[in-house]
């Protein structure tokens, strides 16, 4: 495996997305349908415009105080709280890139 620096920004950028979705889309109701979740989004965005701005801050801030200053893929993941999905975030990466053809 290569040093972090060689992958930060495509870690970094799944944390930015692991955080709107949590910090922001884990408040938009469950459809019964799957298939309706796109439709129960847009009108939960339509419908909450400040709960956006206020949540995009707090993703604002998450990345630039936790994410951005990270050195390692075991901090990212530990700062989106997914430690518990995946215990060993350095294995993680590696199977996740021999899965890379």
Request: aromatic content about 10%.
């Amino acid at each position: 495996m290569k040093d972090y620096a060689t992958y930060k920004k495509v870690i970094l950028f799944f944390a930015i997305v692991d955080q709107i979705y949590a910090q922001t889309f884990s408040a938009v109701p469950s459809p019964e349908k799957e298939s309706d979740w796109p439709t129960a989004l847009a009108e939960w965005i339509r419908k909450n415009d400040d709960a956006l701005m206020k949540a995009s801050g707090r993703v604002l801030a998450a990345f630039q105080s936790d994410l951005f200053p990270a050195t390692s893929v075991d901090e990212i993941v530990d700062v989106c709280g997914l430690l518990e999905d995946i215990p060993s975030p350095a294995s993680f990466l590696l199977e996740v890139l021999a899965m890379v053809p």
